[in-house]
């Protein structure tokens, strides 16, 4: 079982920059794929960010491209996600998610085996 915590979000004005890290209770983080998820007041849980195994590969949604950065640490189970230039519609609780499919860094939440609580992202105007 992994676990999974997340930390970092808080209130922020437009245009301002937060980091959100996630830290993996198992040694098993450096064989899953990581990503990031948000959902948004009544919206569907979307993806944001994903990386692979070794950090080698990134993908993310259109809505966060230049903007957002995906990276991990193995040695200290944890992925970060940083938000640069955030915009009021970026707000949202925002999940980790580990994956140990073969598959590697994807969008598809189907692939995601282990989630966390989420954290809380505010961004005002």
């Known amino acids: 079982q992994v676990q999974l915590v997340e930390s970092g979000g808080g209130l922020v004005q437009a245009g301002g920059s937060l980091r959100l890290s996630c830290a993996a209770s198992e040694r098993t983080f450096s064989n899953s794929a990581m990503g990031w998820f948000r959902q948004g007041p009544g919206k569907e849980r979307e993806f944001v960010a994903g990386i692979s195994r070794r950090g080698g590969t990134a993908v993310y949604a259109d809505s966060v491209k230049g903007r957002f950065s995906i990276s991990r640490d193995n040695a200290k189970n944890t992925v970060y996600l940083q938000m640069f230039s955030l915009k009021p519609e970026d707000t949202a609780v925002y999940y980790c998610?580990?994956?140990?499919?073969?598959?590697?860094?994807?969008?598809?939440?189907?692939?995601?085996?282990?989630w966390g609580q989420g954290t809380q992202v505010t961004v005002s105007s």
């Open positions: 998610a580990a994956s140990t499919s073969p598959v590697g860094a994807t969008m598809s939440p189907a692939q995601y085996d282990y």
